[in-house]
């Protein structure tokens, strides 16, 4: 009994550290419309955009055309 109580634990936590890992986005472009992104967008300054993966490929959005980003709670 007690081994399946720990496994339970141990389970339950490691679902919720892996939940917690992502933290959706939206980018509100200048232009209006907005973009959701899986995980919140890595700005790489040396090209000036900002960068995410989804459905494993890698976008990409103009610094300049990101008026704003929020998480998503």
């Given at each position: 009994m007690r081994l399946i109580t720990s496994t339970l634990v141990v389970v339950l936590t490691s679902m919720g550290l892996m939940a917690g890992c992502?933290?959706?986005?939206?980018?509100h472009k200048r232009d209006g419309t907005q973009?959701?992104?899986p995980d919140e967008p890595k700005y790489d300054k040396k090209s000036g955009f900002y960068?995410?993966?989804?459905?494993?490929r890698k976008i990409q959005i103009?610094?300049?055309d990101v008026k704003?980003?929020?998480?998503?709670?």
């Open positions: 992502s933290s959706p986005s939206v980018m973009v959701v992104t960068e995410y993966e989804e459905g494993g103009n610094k300049d704003k980003i929020e998480e998503v709670n």
